[in-house]
Nanobody
Framework: QVQLVEAGGGLVQTGGSVRLSCAASGRAFNTYNMGWFRQAPGKEREFVAGINWSGGSTYYADSVKDRFTISRDNAKNTVYLRMNSLKPEDTAVYYC?????????????????WGQGTQVTVSS
């Protein structure tokens, strides 16, 4: 079992920046690939970014590439999502998730554990 708790969401203006964090507890954090997903009102949950267990490999959705950065600190059992140049369309609830899958796959179905989500609202 892995418990995930997100933090860092809030209200930000267009063009601004926010850093989300996700603290993990439970079984060995450094054995899981981690991901960030988001869900806007009336839309399906979508993949945002993923990072492998060591931090050596990352993957991004095209919509956030070059604006968002995912990172992890295994010593602190924490994964981060730095979001720059935010747009109103980035407004969503952001979820942290852990995957025991061997490969990094941008699919919610491959993630075993989920946090409760944190709201990010980008004002225009």
């Amino acid at each position: 079992q892995v418990q995930l708790v997100e933090a860092g969401g809030g209200l930000v203006q267009t063009g601004g920046s926010v850093r989300l964090s996700c603290a993990a507890s439970g079984r060995a954090f450094n054995t899981y690939n981690m991901g960030w997903f988001r869900q806007a009102p009336g839309k399906e949950r979508e993949f945002v970014a993923g990072i492998n267990w060591s931090g050596g490999s990352t993957y991004y959705a095209d919509s956030v590439k070059d604006r968002f950065t995912i990172s992890r600190d295994n010593a602190k059992n924490t994964v981060y999502l730095r979001m720059n140049s935010l747009k109103p369309e980035d407004t969503a609830v952001y979820y942290c998730a852990a995957s025991s899958s061997v490969v990094l796959i941008p699919s919610a179905a491959r993630y075993n554990y989920w946090g409760q989500g944190t709201q990010v609202t980008v004002s225009s």
